[in-house]
């Protein structure tokens, strides 16, 4: 069983950034594949960024050249850094930890806010 717990969400202005955290309890940490997903209201869970055990990275056409995925194995964390904050990314953000092809661990959601 793992444990995700996200922090770092807020109220931010279009254009600032933010740095979400996701920390992970288990021992085997470096060996997940971490994704970071968000539901906006009224709107299907959607996948923002993904980053393999081997440092493969897959981004959204929607956040390329504006969010960051990384980890830190020693600190069992992933990090999403969010710049170039845009309205249309309000939501609330998730953590996942990928098995395979599917997402089977999940985080309880952190809420960002984009004021314009």
């Known amino acids: 069983q793992v444990q995700l717990v996200e922090s770092g969400g807020g109220l931010m202005q279009a254009g600032g950034s933010l740095k979400l955290t996701c920390a992970a309890s288990g021992r085997t940490f470096k060996t997940y594949a971490m994704g970071w997903f968000r539901q906006a209201p009224g709107k299907q869970r959607e996948l923002v960024a993904d980053l393999s055990s081997g440092g493969s990275t897959y981004y959204a056409d929607f956040v390329k050249g504006r969010f960051t995925i990384s980890r830190d194995n020693a600190k069992n964390t992933v990090y999403l850094q969010m710049n170039s904050l845009k309205p249309e990314d309000t939501a609330v953000y998730y953590c996942?930890?990928?098995?395979?092809?599917?997402?089977?661990?999940w985080g309880q959601g952190t809420q960002v806010t984009v004021s314009s």
């Open positions: 996942a930890v990928r098995v395979g092809t599917s997402y089977d661990y």
